[in-house]
């Protein structure tokens, strides 16, 4: 910091600009390095310190009269040295506070690094959308009905502003300028610095009979419907674009993008993961040991599958190409049946004794819990290996 006011900082080299840059590559330097080390961006401390400086330089080297001063060796923004930068010295001192104020000092906002009157037509807003869909929907595709509350352009002015038959007006304030210059002597001498008009907020005209639809702002409110086509396979948190159906700008300006994010409801009998769905199915015990054949039902057929003699629980079936379509390419994904076998749990007396029987003829032992036994006996028992 005591360098930095001591010794005229390099600020072409702090944006990596020849001394012969343009006012347009300056800009442009100015606007990648400021993308890159923004503390919303990175939040390292040496990044803040960076994008101070990048601020800085580019405080200095965008206005003609501080450029000129350090082509001529001086610092307009040490203490002392002429600048407007006034007390409190550079840090943190640009004209910059955050990410907006940048994009508005290049896209005619009201900030320090706006030139002359800002357009009074201007792009409008992208939006978004939520869309909720069945699995159904999301895995073939459907055309759905939407509805978005929206600026529309008006059509009584068709985004002029301007009530019928009259026309804009040159602001008085400020000449058309759209902003209010100061002088301030300094032995460097003359330093202008400017504010947007607040009688204008910037335009450089007034209005100064608006149009009765939309007071002046060229465009209206509205709820409009429209068909968006969801392509088939989809995903949840998906988002598809519909160019310039989104708000109109101010000023009638070219209308932003629509954003449609699609929601997937979940579904009673399939989990989605990616393009395979997983679903359960509860077989008995003995068709689990005896082998079966189920009919499962699939997104959009019946199939007939077979469950092989012992078959142990937790075993998947996988029907290949029976999940959701790829959205991309062709193909589809796979469908896995996740089998539960499902033991008794109510045997009457005969079918204990058959169950008894089989396990004799298996040689498997097995202990019987005495019904008064309680917890602690059949505690024992399972740590006795008695199932
Ligand atoms: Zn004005
Ligand atoms: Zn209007």
Redesign the pocket.
């Known amino acids: 910091m005591r360098t930095r006011n001591a010794v005229a900082r390099d600020y072409y080299g702090i944006l990596g600009v020849g001394r012969e840059a343009s006012d347009d590559e300056i800009k442009r330097a100015y606007r990648k390095l400021a993308r890159q080390f923004h503390p919303d961006v990175n939040p390292d401390p040496e990044a803040q310190e960076k994008f101070k400086d990048i601020n800085a330089a580019y405080e200095v080297l965008s206005d003609d009269r501080k450029r000129q001063i350090v082509d001529l060796g001086g610092d307009p923004l040490a203490p002392g040295g002429g600048g407007a930068g006034g007390p409190g010295g550079p840090a943190g001192a640009g004209p910059f506070v955050g990410f907006q104020d940048i994009m508005d000092a290049f896209f005619g906002g009201a900030a320090g690094g706006a030139r002359g009157p800002r357009p009074r037509t201007r792009p409008g807003a992208d939006a978004i959308l939520r869309l909720e869909l069945d699995l159904h929907e999301t895995a073939f595709g459907v055309e759905a009905p939407i509805t978005v509350d929206t600026a529309v352009l008006?059509t009584?002015?068709s985004g002029a502003?301007t009530a019928a038959g009259t026309h804009l007006a040159t602001c008085e304030a400020c000449g058309g300028r759209g902003e209010v210059q100061s002088v301030q002597r300094t032995f460097l001498g003359q330093v202008v610095s400017a504010r947007p008009c607040t009688v204008c907020q910037g335009y450089g005209t007034t209005i100064p009979h608006p149009?009765p639809?939309?007071a002046g702002d060229?465009r209206v409110r509205t709820r409009r419907s429209l068909t968006v086509k969801i392509p088939a396979g989809v995903e949840d948190g998906m988002r598809i674009r519909l160019a310039q159906q989104g708000e109109v700008g101010p000023g009638g300006g070219t209308a932003g993008d629509l954003y449609v994010e699609i929601h997937e409801r979940p579904h009673d009998v399939y989990s989605r993961k990616g393009d395979d769905l997983h679903c359960r199915v509860t077989v008995p015990m003995t068709a689990a040991a005896l082998g079966t054949r189920l009919t499962i039902k699939t997104l959009d057929s019946e199939e007939t599958v077979d469950v092989k003699a012992g078959t142990q629980p937790g075993s998947t079936l996988r029907l290949r190409a029976r999940g959701v379509p790829h959205l991309r390419g062709t193909g589809r994904g796979d469908l896995y049946v996740h089998l539960d076998v499902r033991t008794p749990t109510k045997l009457d007396v005969d079918q204990e004794k058959m169950l008894r029987d089989f396990a004799k003829t298996r040689g498997e032992e097995v202990a019987e819990l005495s019904k008064q036994g309680g917890f602690f006996s059949r505690m024992r028992d399972a740590f006795n290996g008695h199932a």
């Open positions: 008006c009584t002015c502003g149009c639809t939309c060229g």
